[in-house]
């Protein structure tokens, strides 16, 4: 069955301007985790939706945003881009109960210049 | 709040040579310990969960193992393609389902 689809896979922009990523669960998959991945600080939580409902959020500034379709595709969103913003963005969906793991995406790799 | 330690940063095997890669965490009721590796460019593969002390979890040369303060993965006999990062990471309890991870253990295996 397909994985986890996010698009664009990298991704390149300015200070100060803003960005969509988007990720297509598994079929099936009505949750939608989002996280950051840098070199320093690993993998950090942005935010989990369920049913276009945001369930839990991370300690990330107001400046990131997500929401979540009826066919429970994700966007993310960052406004007013930072250089400090430049990470792996990687989209995880899982069943309602995760016992059995979240399925990650291959990511979406920004840039900030 | 909850963490999650893994040791050592790095860690470099001769093909055939087993080791541990160990996972310490603090996490106010565990609802699950996750293991998952990670190829660069690619995002992190699911391995495990285990959900108790005294479980284990078995597949391949893998065997993961927890306990209440700890999580080990032994590999057995480790081959160059089990070259990755292995990531843990946990999951508490209550109302947030977050994942909570450690920064990852490099492995590589030489030939």
């Known amino acids: 069955k397909a994985g986890v689809t996010q698009t664009p896979r990298y991704l390149i922009k300015t200070r100060g301007q803003q960005v969509t990523l988007s990720c297509s669960p598994i079929s099936g998959h009505r949750s939608v985790s989002w996280y950051q991945q840098t070199p320093g600080q690993g993998l950090q939580f942005l935010f989990e939706?369920?049913?276009?409902?945001?369930?839990n959020k991370g300690n990330f500034p107001g400046r990131f945003s997500g929401r979540q379709f009826s066919n429970s595709r994700s966007e993310m969103n960052v406004s007013t881009l930072e250089l400090g913003d430049s990470a792996l963005y990687l989209c995880a969906s899982t069943l309602q109960d995760p016992r059995e793991g979240y399925t990650f995406g291959s990511g979406t790799r920004l840039t900030v210049v | 709040e909850d963490q999650v330690t893994q040791s050592p940063e790095a860690l470099r095997l001769q093909e055939g040579e087993s080791s541990s890669l160990n996972c310490s965490y603090t996490v106010s009721g565990l609802r699950g310990l996750f293991w998952y590796r990670q190829d660069p460019g690619k995002g992190p593969e699911f391995l495990f969960t285990l959900y108790s002390a005294g479980e284990e979890k078995e597949k391949e040369r893998l065997k993961a193992t927890l306990t209440k303060k700890e999580s080990f993965l032994h590999i057995t006999a480790p081959k160059p393609e089990d070259s990755a990062t292995y990531l843990c990471?946990?999951?508490?309890?209550?109302?947030?389902?977050?994942?909570?991870f450690g920064k990852g253990i490099t492995l590589s295996v030489r030939p």
């Open positions: 990471a946990v999951q508490a309890g209550g109302a947030n389902s977050k994942l909570t």
């Open positions: 939706y369920f049913s276009e409902t945001q369930r």
